[in-house]
């Protein structure tokens, strides 16, 4: 299923929030004019009047959360490689972020020439890389993440050109981007890729307890601003990914690529920076 494609929601689910669609906006739109308020009044934002919709609402996403569990979720991985990276992939799955990985990327880069010893030896001892690997700009490691958004690629190129644009993922090229001594080789390494993956929901971990509100926030779009949670959002999962769970790997200057991207239409500076 894919949250911004209503065609591939869960049938019963479907019907419950469209039924309950009413309350939904109801309960959003109390939930705003509360903060709206609480703007001027200071006292609204440490004593909340009681939204009358809540116990309801909650009711829903209670009956409807447990609809999603069966069902897997369709993600969008952005990254760069290698050829061999793209086949080994394709076979064997993708591994979660970790300094093994790294490490083994490294070594592979250099043992297939793509990496001059020199180039090599430099990743291999980066302090940026070490740090990225425990975390000290955020916890990366040990995890794989996803956009959920199909219309994020088309729509947040500030986001997700960054990918794109160097070798590595995050786990080698964070800290490197402009240091004159790796950025040009990292950006002259591998083709730019979108993984679409199907991932059961019982793995996702999307910084929000519900996926259900997440759903319905799609929902509710065209009448309520910017409902919360989002439905526009990251996610990751805490495991690797099976080749299974793999549905295509999509590389640049495929039309698919094009049609997903809109890559024809980027300005020079993503394409060429």
């Known amino acids: 299923m894919e949250i911004e494609d209503r065609s591939t929601w869960p049938r019963n689910f479907l019907e419950i929030a469209t039924q309950k669609k009413q309350l939904i906006i109801a309960y959003h739109k109390f939930k705003k004019d509360i903060e709206f308020r609480s703007i001027k ?65 490294l070594i592979s880069a250099h043992q297939h020439g793509y990496l001059l010893k020199e180039e090599f030896d430099y990743l291999i001892n980066s302090q940026d890389i070490n740090e990225i690997l425990h975390n000290k700009h955020g916890v990366r490691t040990e995890r794989i993440c996803f956009f959920a958004n ?10 997700i050109y960054r990918f794109f644009r160097s070798w590595g993922g995050e786990g080698v090229y964070w800290g490197h981007e402009n240091d004159k001594n790796i950025a040009l080789t990292l950006k002259k390494l591998g083709t730019p890729c979108i993984l679409i993956c199907s991932i059961p929901v019982n793995d996702i971990e999307h910084y929000s307890s519900s ?6 926030s799609n929902l509710i779009a065209s009448d ?9 959002f990251e996610m990751y999962i805490r495991r690797n990914l099976d080749a299974s769970e793999i549905i295509e790997v999509v590389e640049l200057q495929t039309p698919k690529f094009c049609e997903l991207t809109d890559y024809n239409n980027w300005d020079k500076y993503y394409k060429d920076d």
Not at 150 to 159: A, E, P
Not at 211 to 216: D, S, T
């Open 224 to 232: 309520i601003e910017n409902p919360e949670p989002p439905s526009v």
């Open 41 to 105: 009044n200071v006292e609204l934002r440490y004593n909340p009047p009681l939204n009358p919709f809540k116990a309801e609402y909650q009711e829903v996403i209670w009956q409807t959360e447990k609809l999603l569990k069966p069902n897997n979720f369709v993600a969008y991985h952005c990254t760069k490689l290698i050829d061999y990276e793209i086949e080994n992939i394709k076979r064997n799955g993708m591994k979660i972020l970790s300094k093994e990985l790294v490490q083994e990327r």
């Open 211 to 216: 996926l259900a509100e997440r759903f319905f």
């Open 150 to 159: 199909c219309s994020l690629l088309r729509n947040d190129i500030n986001g």
